[in-house]
C-alpha cells in the first residue's frame, strides 16, 4: 500500500507540475529541437524548495512516451546519487546552475557488485546513464569519485556519464573521472564548451560525436590516454571529432587508441600542451609492433598547434589531413546537426 501511495503521490506531484509550469512555445527556425513544441519545467533543490529533491525523482516523475520538452532545472548543489534517463523518456533536459557549482555523482567501479551480486562491468558504472534520444544538459557536472587508479590496474574503471540515445547535446557541461569518465556509447552526440577529465581511455565507445572547443583535461601520472573509439565496421558512420578543442594536464598522454578495427578519430584546429606521448598514438595491448588493424583506422590531424602537437606525428599512426579530407569531420553534418541542432547552439 505504502508503494501504490508514493506512486499516487509522484503522479499527483507532476500533474500539479505541469498545470503550474505549462507553457506552449512556437518553433522556429531557431528551435534546437524538431518535435514537441510544448514546454514544461520541473525543478530540483536538494535544499528543499524545488518540486523534487532529487534529480532521479524528477526523471521518474516524467510519464513514459514523453511528448513534451521537459527541462529539469537543477539548482546549485551536489547530488549524491546514480540517475537512469530510460529509453522511454525523451525529450529531457538537465539544465544545472553553473558546471561549477552543480554537479551529479556517484562512486561505482567495474570491479563492484551489483544488485545481482555479479560485478558491475564498465558500462554500467555511470554515476548518470542515458538511453532516451533528445537528451540535453547544460551548465552542470557529472563526476565519478572512485580514486584513479595505476595503468594496469583491473576492475577500477569508473565511468561519469554514459550517454546511449541519440541526438544529445551537452553545453557547458563538466565531466570528472579517472579511467573510462566519459561513455560515448552510442548514437549522434555534440559537445560543446565542456571539460572533460581523466587519466585512461577518459573518452571512450562507439558514438558519432563532434567535441567543439572543449577542454580534455589529463590527470595521468605515469601515462595515459584520451580518446578509444570503438568502430567495428567500415559501414559504420560513427567516431569522434575533436574540433577547436584544448588538451591540458599531466602527461605522457596518448590522444587515441583504436578500440575497434575501423576507429575514427580526428583532431582539428586543437591546442596540445607538452604532454602528449612520443608517436602520440597508442597501439592497444600489443608491443613493439603495429596490428594490422591500425591499417583500417583513421587518425587523423588536421592544422593541430601548441608545444604538444608535434608528438602527434612522430612515429607515425596518424595521417595528416588535408582540407578535403578533414572537412566532413569539421562541421555539424558529421553528426546530421542539421537537423537537430540550431546553428546558435553549434
Excluded at 499527483?12 to 522556429?28: K, R, S
Excluded at 559501414?235 to 583504436?258: H, M
Excluded at 612520443?278 to 595491448?285: E, Y
Aim: charged share 15%; glycine share 10%; proline share 4%.
Amino acid at each position: 500500500m505504502a508503494h501504490l501511495f508514493m506512486q499516487m503521490q509522484m503522479l499527483l506531484a507532476f500533474t500539479l507540475i505541469l498545470a503550474l509550469h505549462a507553457t506552449t512555445v512556437t518553433c522556429t527556425s531557431n528551435s534546437r529541437l524538431v518535435g514537441p513544441i510544448k514546454h514544461q519545467v520541473i525543478t530540483v533543490n536538494i535544499n528543499g524548495g524545488g518540486d523534487f529533491l532529487s534529480v532521479q525523482a524528477a526523471v521518474n516523475a516524467v510519464p513514459d512516451n514523453n511528448r513534451i520538452n521537459v527541462l529539469i532545472q537543477i539548482a546549485v548543489g551536489y547530488y549524491i546519487e546514480k540517475v537512469v534517463v530510460p529509453v522511454t523518456k525523451p525529450h529531457i533536459t538537465f539544465e544545472g546552475a553553473g558546471r561549477d557549482v552543480t554537479m551529479i555523482e556517484w562512486h561505482d567501479r567495474a570491479s563492484d557488485p551489483g544488485p545481482n551480486g555479479q560485478q558491475l562491468r564498465t558500462y554500467r558504472t555511470a554515476s548518470v546513464t542515458v538511453f532516451a534520444n533528445y537528451f540535453s544538459a547544460r551548465n552542470i557536472s557529472f563526476k565519478n569519485t572512485a580514486p584513479a587508479p595505476m595503468p594496469g590496474m583491473e576492475g577500477w574503471q569508473a565511468a561519469a556519464f554514459r550517454i546511449s540515445g541519440d541526438k544529445a547535446y551537452f553545453s557547458g557541461c563538466g565531466f570528472y573521472g579517472a579511467q573510462d569518465t566519459l561513455c560515448d556509447d552510442a548514437g549522434r552526440h555534440y559537445f560543446k564548451k565542456c571539460y572533460i577529465q581523466g587519466s585512461i581511455d577518459f573518452i571512450f565507445g562507439n558514438g558519432r560525436s563532434m567535441y567543439k572547443d572543449c577542454e580534455l583535461h589529463s590527470i595521468a601520472t605515469r601515462f595515459g590516454s584520451i580518446a578509444a573509439q570503438d568502430r567495428t565496421s567500415p559501414y559504420e558512420k560513427t567516431g569522434f571529432a575533436f574540433v577547436r578543442c584544448k588538451v591540458t594536464g599531466t602527461g605522457p598522454v596518448y590522444v587515441g587508441r583504436a578500440m575497434g578495427q575501423y576507429s575514427r578519430i580526428v583532431y582539428a584546429y586543437t591546442y596540445f600542451d607538452d604532454i602528449v606521448a612520443n608517436g602520440g598514438w597508442d597501439h592497444w595491448n600489443t608491443a613493439n609492433r603495429i596490428p594490422y588493424y591500425l591499417r583500417t583506422a583513421l587518425f587523423g590531424v588536421y592544422k593541430c598547434w601548441g608545444p604538444g602537437a608535434a608528438a602527434l606525428s612522430d612515429g607515425s599512426l596518424a595521417k595528416e589531413l588535408d582540407f578535403e579530407s578533414a572537412h566532413p569531420f569539421l562541421v555539424k553534418s558529421f553528426v546530421n546537426g542539421r537537423h537537430w541542432i540550431a546553428p546558435a547552439d553549434a
